[in-house]
């Protein structure tokens, strides 16, 4: 397979982080720039999603709170979680997003997901357990041990943040269901909206956007269902109503916008690693020492002060999650 670089014009216009896609096999290629096209015909058309040029600070306040959300939030802290640098601006994080879904272009995700409507919003647990549900998010809320915690999160692009998330263990969510004996897996869906979504038009892309975690790695402390970040609910570009945090592990693995969880005995497909295994490995765990085929991992670029750091083994998380790969 012959690698080539993506012209100049298509890619993202950002200086320090390194793109997810910037050598892809010929195949992908086509398919990244069908995506890339049709994303630009549509804004060029005025038709891909209703232009809103409010202030972004003010567009943040217009969710609307559910009853279990009024109920939900704030959330008590949970001081096992604590920040080893200062948090990000709220701004900051609102406005730079991966979320292929809506753009490829870090900076536009907010504005192109004007139109996604995260409620009302059903998740489904299924697969190998005993107690498998459908429920409305809000009543999923309302059942869950909430808290919030300030966590670290690490692209595998090298940008970084630290923000404050508010959810609930997966744990609980597993202990709920009783998974059967032969469960290895846990798989985790995004939804799949071509009309709210311009990325899901292209139909070449492994849609909808999965990740997965073995039952080990689902059932650390550590990892949280969010359905909030500073203290509110998520807006549409985090990952509204509900996303993954593994702050472990490269963002890729925290799969946003969740319709479906999925127990299973065998290894799930995940959407990265099926574009591009040799890039995106399933485990992901943040590690400086093995770098991405394409750039280094040795340090990371907080976004927003653009202060460089050390990248640390598990994102700094080792205490936690070392015991699972010894
Ligand atoms: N459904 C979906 N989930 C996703 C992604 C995506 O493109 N689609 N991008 C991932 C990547 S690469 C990262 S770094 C984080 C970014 O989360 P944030 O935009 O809330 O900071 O979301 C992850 N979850
Ligand atoms: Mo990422």
Known sequence: MVNIM???????PERDATPESVYVNRRTLLKLMGFGGMALAGAAAGCEFERDDRPLAEKLKTYTLSEADKRAYPARRNPAFALD??????????????????????DDV?????????????????????????????QLILKMPMEERLCRHRCVEAWAMAVPWTGFPMKALIEYVEPRPSVRFVAMTSFLRPVEAPGHRNEDLPWPYTEALTMAEALNPLTLLATGIYGHPLPKQHGAPLRLVTPWKYGYKSVKSIVRIDFTAG???????????????FTANVNPTVPHPRWSQRTEKMIGTGERRDTVLYNGYGDHVAGLYS
């Open 6 to 12: 993506i012209p100049p014009g298509w890619r993202i």
């Open 85 to 106: 640098r200062a948090m990000t601006d709220e701004l900051v994080a609102a406005h730079y997003n991966n979320f292929y879904e809506f753009s490829d272009d870090k």
């Open 110 to 138: 907010w504005r192109k997901a004007a139109l996604f409507q995260p409620r009302p919003w059903e998740v489904e647990v299924t697969g190998l357990v005993t107690r498998p549900f459908r429920m409305d998010v809000d």
């Open 267 to 281: 290894q799930p497909f995940t959407f990265w690693n099926t574009l591009l295994p040799d890039e995106y490995d």
